[in-house]
């Protein structure tokens, strides 16, 4: 087994803090389900557990009640639910019931295996009565059947003969984490799952549950089988069913406990009890082993196409495999749902869907998965309605508005300077478009979805801008950087709805060529006019410049601010969101993340490098980096500068910030975007990739930390992979059509494989 494909944590640790983490970290999804690994005996009181079961795309509505009520403020959210708890196993040797938290550990160990696509927790037991267990359990959510977790639940006898009792549980009375002091957690608890009485249906236990408001129905379907014969007993009551097995074992004897769940929803499923019956009768009718096998093709073919190596330091290889590993899990596998903030991993910012998905996750789908970076956009396209009504509540006559955060397509942000105020998310779905389609040239999906996103954002930009003194303005809007709001002429705003506008343009002209305009001009009552509108009002964008600095201002007022006072700020008080009032922040020149930074690197042909450069160190020294979305950015900005060794230490930042917790807020949830920033990295930063409109375009480069990486991108096509090391780069043409790509400058034709040297500098 190869190692790096494998994360483990070694010794039995009963810290709380430490046991919340680890149920993130070795969660298994498959981004229609995800459950947390919270042990399946539970927890002694005292203990906080975050025991969770998500479907990607499932919710219910939460009122959001505002202090002072005014015209258009959001009243009332959507929130991702924990709809069941299938994990529960209670087993009992003799008269005592295992319990890590009593008598003594000799041995624990918890391990991801990235390849077979399972986490497995082992223990070595003695109880308080000297007797010692054995315990392996392996879990598996299904890529091959979405609906489909599954827990196998071995119990050795290592040093005594007895009886052994293993309880399976299936809950439908669960609820949601709530925290009221931590903005990125729900604030509140209440009930949003409604279950039924459970029933049993030829040995299997059914729970079908009701959202309280949304009016949404979720079915879960449970079936255990037991590997040697046992006395078996089942029991209901008014929300949970269980099924206990009793037998005696030998000493060194084991049985084996297989625990198979379907979870399946409405949104997907027009009778979804029946689906989850169906799942369970199809997924039981073979042994595991079937299953395991079809996990592990699914994985090699994943891993065949996007995998990404480092020579020089296994551990931080081993956290890129991580990463992209959590990207498989968290994204949505149809166009009914897309990447929450933390993917099924946990509740954090409550499974919204934010701009991370377009900006820091779909690059990596865009270039290795085409078909689930179109699921991603085609989600975004069925919420265009919802995006037009939002702008009509936003006082915009024409055009789409897209929400700031959002499961089913309606405004979730209720602090909208940070978040309804964020303009920019509509040319951040449309620079996915606009990327998806330099990669694709697919026309067809361009006429069928692409262009009505491009050109109802167009529209919108249309609307919110003005011209004044020669110049196209956009005003009172709020950029990447959540500590500077309501803010006029953000830079990247400006730019990319510059960007927006100029491919709206394009698009009409490449669907006018290719004859298939009309249908979606004649719905969209666009005409020719307008769009000679879109392309004035690109070419008179007010982009923001300081003569004096030589640098793009992060909008009109900030330089004019005094500088935040970070030598007097206590270490304990970042991020600083939980410590100061947000208008204290705002008065200040300081950032949460990359703003500017970040337009230099999606449109970097805006400005020259000497602009960049300066742009980058001003903007460094007064950037706290609180949001995870930053340190990738920065690093890939200064690998373009050739800040190779500041690039790295950014890097290792970005690459470990979950597996080394480093933000402290792991326990709810991976960082998704994060993990798609430290693709972006390697690929963007160290390996100088481009998306331009004659092709890709390469300028690798080698840390000094490493001897070699590679990595794999799809162009029309064609997969390529790129290695690099201290001479250079070797192209390989692994599959599909020959390539022309600009590498180092020179324009070269990849038919088969090439090798070019670095240039001197």
């Not at 295996?113 to 000297?130: F, H, V």
């Not at 315990?135 to 006898?157: D, G, K, N, W």
């Not at 939002?390 to 978040?419: D, Q, V």
């Amino acid at each position: 087994m190869d190692d790096l494909f494998v994360f483990s944590k070694n010794g039995w640790n009963p810290d709380n803090r430490e046991l919340m983490l680890d149920e993130t970290l070795f969660h298994s999804a498959n981004g229609s389900l995800g459950v947390r690994s919270a042990f399946e005996e539970g927890y002694p009181a005292g203990y906080v557990s975050i025991r969770g079961q998500y479907l990607n795309g499932f919710y219910d509505y939460v009122s959001m009640p505002q202090a002072e009520k005014l015209f258009g403020f959001v009243d009332e959210k959507q929130t991702m639910l924990n709809v069941v708890d299938t994990q529960g196993i209670v087993l009992k040797v003799g008269d005592e019931v295992f319990n890590l938290f009593e008598g003594k550990v000799l041995e624990y160990s918890r391990t991801l295996d990235m390849r077979a696509g399972r986490s497995e927790r082992r223990s070595l037991w003695r109880s308080p009565k000297g007797r010692t267990v054995e315990l392996a359990v392996r879990r598996m959510a299904s890529f091959a059947l979405l609906p489909l977790f599954t827990i196998e639940y071995t119990v050795r006898t290592v040093d005594f003969s007895g009886e052994v009792t293993l309880e399976s549980g299936h809950r439908g009375a669960v609820g949601n984490f709530s925290d009221p002091n931590d903005p990125r957690v729900a604030a509140e608890a209440f009930q949003h799952i409604l279950p039924q009485a459970p029933e049993w249906v030829d040995g299997t236990s059914v729970v079908v549950s009701a959202t309280s408001r949304s009016k949404l129905t979720v079915a879960s379907a449970v079936r255990n089988q037991l590997s040697r014969p046992a006395k078996v007993s089942v029991s209901t009551g008014a929300d949970a069913a269980f099924q206990t097995f009793t037998l005696t074992l030998n000493q060194g004897e084991s049985v084996t406990l297989t625990k198979w769940t379907a979870v399946c929803d409405s949104v997907r499923a027009v009778n979804c009890r029946g689906q989850a019956l169906a799942s369970v009768s199809e997924a039981s009718s073979v042994p595991l082993e079937h299953w395991y096998r079809k996990q592990r093709e699914y994985l090699d073919d994943y891993w065949a196409q996007c995998s990404v190596h480092v020579e020089g330091d296994p551990d931080l290889s081993r956290a890129v495999t991580y990463n992209l590993y959590q990207l498989l899990q968290s994204v949505g596998k149809d166009p009914h749902a897309n990447i929450a903030a933390k993917g099924l991993s946990g509740e954090g910012y409550e499974g919204h869907y934010f701009w991370d998905t377009e900006i820091y996750l779909l690059p990596f789908f865009s270039l290795n998965f085409p078909a689930l970076a179109r699921n991603l956009i085609e989600f975004r396209h069925t919420t265009l309605d919802a995006a037009r009504e939002n702008a009509r509540i936003l006082g915009h006559k024409k055009g789409a508005l897209f929400p700031w955060r959002t499961i089913m397509g309606k405004e979730c942000s209720g602090y909208f300077p940070s978040g309804t105020a964020q303009y920019h998310i509509d040319a951040d779905i449309a620079y996915s478009v606009i990327q998806y389609h330099q990669l694709t040239g697919d026309l067809d999906f361009l006429a069928r979805v692409g262009a009505e996103i491009l050109f109802e954002t167009a529209r919108l930009w249309m609307d919110v801008g003005h011209e004044s003194g020669g110049k196209f303005r956009i005003h009172g809007v709020t950029g990447p950087d959540e500590y500077t709001c309501l803010v006029n002429n953000n830079y990247y705003t400006n730019v990319m709805a510059r960007h927006n506008l100029r491919w709206a343009v394009r698009a009409w002209k490449l669907l006018e060529d290719a004859g298939k305009l009309a249908p979606l001009a004649a719905k969209l009552a666009l005409t020719a006019v307008e769009v000679e509108g879109f392309a004035r009002a690109a070419e008179t964008m007010l982009v923001p410049y300081d003569d004096e600095r030589g640098i793009n201002p992060q909008d009109d007022s900030f330089l004019d601010k005094p500088l935040w006072d970070f030598a007097g700020t206590p270490k304990d008080h970042y991020p600083l969101l939980l410590h100061y009032h947000p208008l204290h922040l705002y008065r200040h020149q300081v950032c949460k993340q990359a703003d500017t930074v970040l337009a230099h690197f999606l449109l970097e042909d805006d400005q020259d490098e000497a602009t960049v450069a300066r742009s980058f160190e001003y903007y460094e020294a007064v950037t706290t980096h609180d949001s995870s979305l930053s340190t990738c950015i920065f690093s890939i900005v200064a690998s373009k500068l050739g800040q190779t060794d500041k690039a790295y230490k950014y890097f290792e930042e970005t690459s470990k910030l979950d597996l080394l917790n480093t933000h402290g807020n792991t326990k709810d949830g991976i960082h998704a975007a994060n993990m798609g920033g430290t693709y972006m990295g390697i690929v963007f930063g160290f390996g100088g990739l481009r998306l331009k409109d004659d092709g890709l375009h390469l300028n690798p480069a080698l840390p000094a930390a490493w001897s070699s990486y590679d990595f794999k991108v799809h162009d029309r096509g064609s997969r390529i992979k790129v290695t690099v090391d201290g001479e250079g780069c070797r192209l390989t043409l692994e599959h599909g059509p020959a390539r022309t790509l600009t590498v180092y400058g020179k324009q070269v034709v990849l038919e088969g494989a090439l090798t070019l040297a670095r240039p001197k500098r």
